[in-house]
């Protein structure tokens, strides 16, 4: 489930991060949005659709923005961290 995999990988991430709420809802536009200030993460219903590297890889890139809120090049090293071919997935997602 997706609240399983996003609980893996907040056990995974070494940084301090806070535990994430979790929304899943059909988003248009998005595959995922963190809320920082809600410790919120949403996820794309739609990524049910993918294999589970695709949802892994927008969780991981969600609980990276508690760390850094924007996609500066530190934000994309932590991604790399946990998803080191999330430039592949990336790829698959915008297909």
């Known amino acids: 489930t997706f609240y ?15 535990i994430p709420g979790l929304k899943i809802r059909k ?3 998005r595959w995922g949005v963190c809320n920082i200030k809600k410790k919120l ?18 969780i991981i890139h969600e609980l990276s923005h508690f760390l850094v809120p924007n ?3 530190h ?3 932590i991604v790399e961290k946990y998803c080191p ?6 790829k698959k997602l915008r297909s």
């Not at 399983?4 to 806070?18: A, K, R, S």
């Not at 071919?85 to 990336?90: T, V």
Request: aromatic residues 20%; charged residues 30%; proline residues 2%.
């Open 85 to 90: 071919n999330y430039k592949e997935i990336r």
């Open 4 to 18: 399983n995999h996003l609980m893996y990988w907040y056990d995974t991430f070494e940084e301090d991060i806070p």
């Open 71 to 73: 996609h500066s090049k």
């Open 41 to 58: 993460v949403t996820l794309n219903l739609e990524l049910f659709r993918y294999d589970m590297e695709c949802l892994d890889y927008v």
């Open 27 to 29: 988003m248009k536009t």
């Open 75 to 77: 934000f994309w090293s």
